[in-house]
């Protein structure tokens, strides 16, 4: 019995752990992503340097190609508002019909919306135009921050973290975490391929996309502690209290 008990105050710390180092590194990169805006801002709009952005933009055009130009218009695509609402919708029934989570078919649709009100915000607020060199044709709307960057983080942010919650294989696990963080920037860095975005409004995208992706999940996590009593009938069974 002694035995047993101390292996599971064993766990129970390593456990404990784990998450301290989870919790660590989610925080680390919230503060690293708040003063990377911040700097961004201020380069961008206060002190009005743009010479890496433009940097950027003269070192890709040795690796413009039709093949290259190809596959990022194909990336691209995985970030507009055609793949992503879909994407949505299709996540939502799934987790409705299929895995019956609905608290999940409730997150995922409170982020897309939110993260797609704080773009259009974001956007008008600082009113920052688009280059003037696409690549093909030029982009509709503002350039900062990317949306495309930002939609991509939080969609994409949002499976990483479904798939750290349900799937139980590590290895599985971690490959497709590491999978679905490469696909987020590739999807940003080929808008400045394609030159329809500034390396500074790509960066401001993943910053401000990882700040809500983490402020929408633990104030939605807390709304499901407090509701949860209240909403558990409804929610789980579709059915309300009596």
Do not use: C
Request: no cysteine; glycine share 4%; charged share 15%.
């Amino acid at each position: 019995m002694f035995r047993r008990l101390s292996l599971k105050v064993r766990r129970f710390w390593a456990s404990a752990a784990l998450l301290s180092v989870e919790l660590l590194i989610v925080m680390g990169i919230f503060f690293i992503s708040l003063l990377g805006f911040v700097y961004l801002v201020r380069r961008v709009f206060v002190l009005e340097n743009n010479d890496f952005d433009q940097t950027v933009f003269d070192y890709l055009e040795q690796y413009v190609t039709p093949a290259n130009t190809r596959f990022m218009q194909a990336v691209t695509f995985l970030g507009t508002h055609r793949f992503l609402i879909p994407a949505n919708l299709t996540l939502v029934a799934w987790f409705l019909f299929v895995r019956k989570h609905r608290w999940y078919s409730i997150k995922i649709p409170a982020i897309a919306a939110s993260s797609l009100l704080l773009m259009f915000v974001l956007k008008n607020f600082f009113g920052r135009e688009r280059p003037m060199i696409p690549l093909l044709e030029p982009a509709r709307g503002l350039s900062f921050p990317s949306g495309h960057a930002l939609k991509s983080m939080t969609f994409y942010g949002m499976l990483i973290y479904i798939t750290y919650q349900t799937v139980k294989d590590p290895r599985l696990r971690w490959l497709v975490i590491v999978l679905l963080f490469l696909l987020i920037l590739t999807i940003g860095f080929s808008r400045i391929y394609l030159r329809v975005h500034y390396t500074s409004d790509v960066l401001a995208g993943f910053a401000m996309g990882w700040l809500w992706i983490v402020l929408a999940l633990k104030t939605l996590r807390m709304i499901e502690k407090q509701g949860k009593r209240k909403l558990n009938p409804v929610v789980e069974n579709g059915a309300l209290p009596h």
